[in-house]
């Protein structure tokens, strides 16, 4: 496990996950994760590759957004039966149960700020959901759960989410950093450097077939 001041001075290009995760995390067996940089194309032969990019946010700038269509509010306990499903309906290989959520709500990167819905200002219908978590540890902000409800997207909803999250971040953490499929079909990279996250660090995810 590498020091925390090390993780903390490239945090996308040093571990895949955040730095809490990567203390209790062990890969399991037939899997590797390597760097974009240490990958060698045809050095893995008998096993599966998926890209994951990894981004960082230095939280300046990270001002409560502004929408006459949409409107966030703090979700809470209540709220887990409605998140639950809208990760189901916004991913065709993706869930959470709800004692999952649950579980999530009980660790020691919780923090109740940082678990958001967006609705629609008209209708009050939820459009979108997210979910952060903060390490005190190392002062990082992760997102974790995105969604856009299917008949919400590329209405601005799901940048209205994430804007608000690192808005709640700023003060709490002293950076965020997210990560997804590089070659999902929605593209989630786009949206989130649109909202001003950078960087360049690819993850292989090597799965023994």
């Not at 496990?1 to 067996?29: F, H, N, Q, R, V």
């Not at 760097?35 to 946010?57: K, M, Q, V, W």
């Not at 979700?75 to 999952?100: C, H, K, T, V």
């Not at 997804?180 to 989130?192: I, M, V």
Request: neutral net charge.
């Amino acid at each position: 496990m590498i020091l925390l001041a090390e993780y903390i001075k490239d945090p996308c290009g040093t571990l895949s996950i955040p730095y809490y995760k990567a203390k209790s995390t062990s890969l399991p067996e037939g899997m590797r994760v390597v760097h974009e940089r240490d990958f060698r194309p045809g050095a893995y032969p008998g096993f599966s590759d998926e890209r994951y990019f990894r981004l960082i946010h230095r939280l300046e700038g990270a001002e409560t957004p502004v929408s006459a269509r949409f409107f966030a509010r703090t979700a809470d306990e209540g709220d887990i039966p409605l998140i639950a499903d809208m990760i189901r309906r916004s991913y065709s290989d993706i869930g959470i149960a709800e004692n999952g959520l649950h579980k999530l709500r009980s660790s020691a990167v919780f923090d109740p700020e940082l678990w958001a819905i967006v609705c629609e200002t008209e209708s009050g219908r939820p459009a979108a959901c997210g979910i952060a978590e903060l390490d005190r540890e190392a002062g990082e902000g992760s997102l974790e759960w995105i969604q856009t409800l299917p008949e919400f997207r590329r209405m601005g909803a799901g940048e209205f989410t994430v804007r608000t999250l690192l808005s709640r971040l700023k003060g709490r953490a002293g950076f965020a950093t997210v990560s997804g499929r590089a070659d999902g079909p929605d593209r989630p990279e786009k949206l989130y450097r649109k909202c001003g996250f950078t960087g360049n660090d690819i993850w292989h995810v090597l799965r023994k077939t």
